[in-house]
């Protein structure tokens, strides 16, 4: 981004968006639990601690009438330092997928009976992102055969336990846990949590796998596809192909990431057919045949249907 996005007092700056974005649909999304702890939602605003470098940012976003989104940093932040300013940037852009160009999937969608109804009723809603590998890991385990609104319960109690607080203008912001602080810990501290025996030797392996230098975005990047991410992730324990691809999709950015196997997408597959019943796994690959490249995205947006 250049420096004339800078708007004095140099505190605030703007990024440009895609026209396929939309910011109340993303906002919306992002407003589906009340409990989410890593950022809060105000008057049409997101407010949200970002770690940036060996510095932590804490910004307002919203959306200027030229479809653009405003950060403005908080605090004691007038004079952001270079790195960090890039760093919010970076993190901003991947967190709403700014970068992916939707026009050839929204073309693709138009003939197709499930992903039509999807992009006109959610048009501009981007694949909200996990940007740290930590953090998406976790999410996907937490939310291994419960409901959303107990896995959310279960991330708060993890954060707010584990994580960073960051003071800022009266508000507690925090920071998810990173790798080294959940890898010091035993398997009976993360049961206080009262999450289960598994899903706490879990979250300590994956730590310990990453502060080893054994798993890194880099390296699941570098493999090239979902496929191959797949297959590095599903070595892991507690880590099976739905996570695997869940990281794939919201962490990785990889197009062609396919839960197949979610019951998410069987049900809003079923809601949008009107069928009796959930589709078999032959049907869902069927009607999915013609989503090449663009299974991520089409995922996302059937799972709109269910919130």
Partial sequence: ????????????????????????????????????????????????????????????????????????????????????????????????????????????????PLLERAVDTYYGLRTIGIPDLFEAICWGILGQQINLTFAYTLKRRLVETYGRPVECEGETYWIFPTPQTIAA???????????????CEYLIGVARLIIRGELSKEQLLAAGDSKNAEKILVKIRGIGPWTANYVAMRCLRFPTAFPIDDVGLHNAIKYLTGADRKPTKEEILKLSAAWTNWESYATFYLWRFLY
């Fill in 1 to 112: 981004m250049s420096q004339d996005l800078w708007k004095e007092p140099r505190n605030e700056l703007e990024l440009e968006t895609p026209q396929e974005f939309d910011y109340a649909e993303n906002l919306n999304y992002l407003s589906r639990s009340p409990n989410e702890c890593l950022f809060r939602l105000e008057n049409g605003r997101i407010y949200k601690a970002i770690p940036a470098g060996g510095e932590t940012a804490v910004v307002e976003i919203s959306s200027t009438p030229e479809n653009r989104l405003l950060i403005r940093f908080l605090g004691e932040q007038a004079a952001v330092s270079e790195g960090m300013r890039s760093e919010v940037i970076r993190y901003v852009r991947d967190w709403f997928d700014l970068d992916t160009d939707l026009a050839p999937f929204y073309e693709l969608a138009q003939s197709d």
């Fill in 185 to 199: 810990l035993s398997v009976e501290e993360l049961t206080t949590l009262r999450m289960t025996v598994k899903k």
